[in-house]
C-alpha cells in the first residue's frame, strides 16, 4: 500500500541556517513526488515536484528536493531558511493515472530570528 | 484568474447533524479533490470528481458523500455527524486528467474548519 513517512513532526532552525526536512515513501512503482507548504489558515501549496528525468529539483522559494530510489526518500533542502518560510511542509505522492494523492503528516517548521 | 474557493471558512455542528461544504474550482479545471486534515495525521484522502463522476475514493465511511455539477463546482456531505469530523476539509482543483501530465499539480482553496460538538 503507498504511504508517505515525514519523520520530524517538529523542527526548529536558526533564520539563516541550512535546512532538510525528510519524507520516505513506500509505493510500488515509479513515484511521483510533491512537496507542498501550508501557511496558517490556508491551503497547500505547490512548493516543487519531481516525475522523472534529474532527480534534483529545484522549486519554488529556494526549496530543492532529491529523489534517491534506493533509499525511497525525497528530501528538502533550502540552504538559508528565511523567517517567512516557517510553515508546516507536506510530503506526497501521487498515484499515476488516477489524480489521487497521499500526504505525510507534516512536518511544521519554526524559524528563530 | 480568481482561485480555489471553499464555502463557508468556518462551521459549528452538533453531533448528529449533517453539513455540506462548498468548492469552486479554478475556471477551467475538471477535477476535484477533498481531503480531510486533522492534527498529526496529515491530509486524508476523501474522494475525486471528474466530469461529474467520481473517479477515485479514499477509505471513509459512506456517511461522507460529494458530487459534482456540470460547472465543475463541488458539494461534499457529511452526515449524522461525530466529534471525530471535526478537522479542516480542504478542496483541491487540477487540469489535467492524470497526475503524470506536466501540468498537473493540485490548487487548494483554504479550506473549511467544521467543528463538531
Known amino acids: 500500500a503507498q504511504s508517505v513517512t515525514q519523520p520530524d513532526i517538529h523542527i526548529t532552525v536558526s533564520e539563516g541556517a541550512s535546512l532538510e526536512l525528510r519524507c520516505n515513501y513506500s509505493y510500488g512503482a515509479t513515484p511521483y513526488l510533491f512537496w507542498y507548504v501550508q501557511s496558517p489558515g490556508q491551503g497547500l501549496q505547490l512548493l516543487l515536484k519531481?516525475?522523472?528525468?534529474?532527480?534534483l529539483v529545484q522549486g519554488i522559494k529556494g526549496f530543492e528536493a532529491e529523489f534517491k530510489r534506493s533509499q525511497s526518500s525525497f528530501n528538502l533542502r533550502k540552504p538559508s531558511v528565511h523567517w517567512s518560510d516557517a510553515a508546516e511542509y507536506f510530503c506526497a505522492v501521487g498515484v499515476y493515472n488516477f489524480n489521487k494523492f497521499y500526504f505525510g503528516s507534516g512536518t511544521k517548521l519554526n524559524v528563530k530570528p | 484568474k480568481a482561485g480555489v474557493t471553499q464555502t463557508p471558512r468556518y462551521l459549528i455542528k452538533t453531533r448528529g447533524q449533517q453539513v455540506t461544504l462548498s468548492c469552486s474550482p479554478i475556471s477551467g479545471h475538471r477535477s476535484v479533490s477533498w481531503y480531510q486534515q486533522t492534527p498529526g495525521q496529515g491530509l486524508q484522502f476523501l474522494f475525486e470528481?471528474?466530469?461529474?463522476?467520481?473517479?477515485n475514493k479514499g477509505n471513509f465511511p459512506g456517511r461522507f458523500s460529494g458530487r459534482q455539477f456540470s460547472n465543475s463546482r463541488s458539494e461534499m456531505n457529511v452526515s449524522t455527524l461525530e466529534l471525530g469530523d471535526s478537522a479542516l476539509y480542504l478542496c483541491a482543483s487540477s487540469l489535467a486528467s492524470q497526475p503524470g501530465a506536466t501540468n498537473e499539480k493540485l490548487f487548494f482553496g483554504s479550506g473549511t474548519q467544521l467543528s463538531v460538538l
Open positions: 470528481y471528474f466530469s461529474e463522476t467520481q473517479r
Open positions: 519531481y516525475f522523472s528525468g534529474d532527480t
